[in-house]
């Protein structure tokens, strides 16, 4: 069994009162999920965490590391893949999409994300920030 670690984050923002949340869309599926991306040798989470969102939306973050969930899961046979969540809140608003992965990014009201989301875990996850960026 071959072992993949990824770490991202539940990136949001405060626009005009309302919670917003940034969703990606992914190329090669088609699916919405948040920021995420392959650890690199020598590379905290937290550090892969940054890279990645960087990467892909241009977004610079402030990474909350109290919040941290995961989520696992068997993307191809034998293979068994671990994702790190945590909450990250964005310094700038404005995303340009790498485009070799990313096939559209949207800022979305915090409390409608679900119905974007395509994973169940990917919607438990926002549920769990919710509460804690609310808070």
């Not at 991202?8 to 090669?28: F, K, T």
């Not at 696992?72 to 964005?90: G, L, N």
């Not at 340009?96 to 949207?106: A, F, G, N, T």
Request: proline share 3%; charged share 30%; hydrophobic share 35%.
């Amino acid at each position: 069994m071959q072992h993949e670690k990824s770490c991202g984050a539940i990136v949001y923002r405060r626009s005009h009162g309302n919670l917003e949340i940034l969703l990606i869309r992914h190329i090669n599926s088609g699916h919405w999920s948040f920021p995420k991306g392959h650890v690199e040798a020598g590379e905290t989470e937290v550090e892969t965490a940054l890279r990645e969102i960087r990467e892909e939306t241009s977004i610079d973050v402030i990474i909350d590391p109290t919040f941290r969930e995961t989520v696992s899961y068997c993307p191809k046979r034998d293979t068994q893949k671990v994702v790190v969540y945590f909450i990250a809140k964005a310094k700038n608003y404005d995303y340009v999409p790498q485009l070799e992965e990313i096939s559209e990014i949207r800022w979305v009201a915090i409390d409608h994300a679900a119905s974007m989301l395509t994973y169940e875990n990917d919607k438990n996850i926002v549920i769990k920030a919710r509460q804690v960026i609310k808070g």
